[in-house]
């Protein structure tokens, strides 16, 4: 149990983060990227909450690394997808293997397979987000060091059966 004192919330995110909690943040030509790494189950976390910073209709595409399916949809209620990835949050941290990206014509997070978190932005206000979170900006990130390359990922039938009910929840295509 925690017990809430004199110090912010964000107190409690810094005290229990890993030694390799972090995020890069880079200005392209056209756009800004960060990358954050953070332990599976903060990072699918960040997915879901910092998708609340997203426009209210948004477009969502998912791919199973697994089976090689790739579901889309546009223009899709972004409280409904928040709600779809609430709901998987404990089997994507337990098993990954699975790029679900959120986006519209401004912004995109991307969660990818390997459980890292990927946001390209046209301004950079995701770099003022992310250090509200908790997290560092650093030079470099350790990436996984446990990547598996596409169909490495070990079966996952509850994983299997939340994108399948996340797909026709959210009314997304399966893609050609």
């Known amino acids: 149990m925690f017990f809430r004192g004199k110090q912010p919330e964000t107190s409690i995110w810094r005290r229990f983060r890993g030694a390799t909690d972090g ?9 800004h990227a960060a ?4 332990n599976a189950e903060r990072v699918v976390d960040l997915f879901h909450v910092l998708s ?3 426009p209210p209709a948004v477009d969502v595409s998912i791919t199973d690394a697994r ?17 779809a990835i609430a709901r998987m949050k404990v089997a994507l941290a337990a098993s990954g293997g699975v790029e679900f990206a959120v986006y519209s014509s401004e912004d995109q ?16 206000s995701w770099l003022y987000i992310l250090q509200g979170k908790g997290l560092v900006e650093q030079r470099t990130v350790r ?3 446990w990547k598996a390359l596409r169909g ?3 079966p996952a039938p509850d ?18």
């Open 35 to 38: 990358h954050v790494v953070a």
């Open 52 to 54: 609340s910073h997203l």
């Open 109 to 124: 997070i991307t969660l990818n397979p390997q459980l890292e978190l990927f946001i390209y932005a046209r301004t950079d």
């Open 159 to 176: 994983l299997d059966e939340a994108l399948r009910a996340t797909a026709e929840r959210l009314a997304l295509a399966l893609a050609v």
């Open 23 to 31: 995020f890069t943040f880079v200005k392209e030509e056209d756009y």
């Open 143 to 145: 990436t996984r060091s």
């Open 67 to 83: 089976t090689k399916r790739t579901w889309r949809g546009e223009n899709v209620a972004l409280p409904d997808v928040r709600e």
């Open 152 to 154: 490495e990922f070990p």
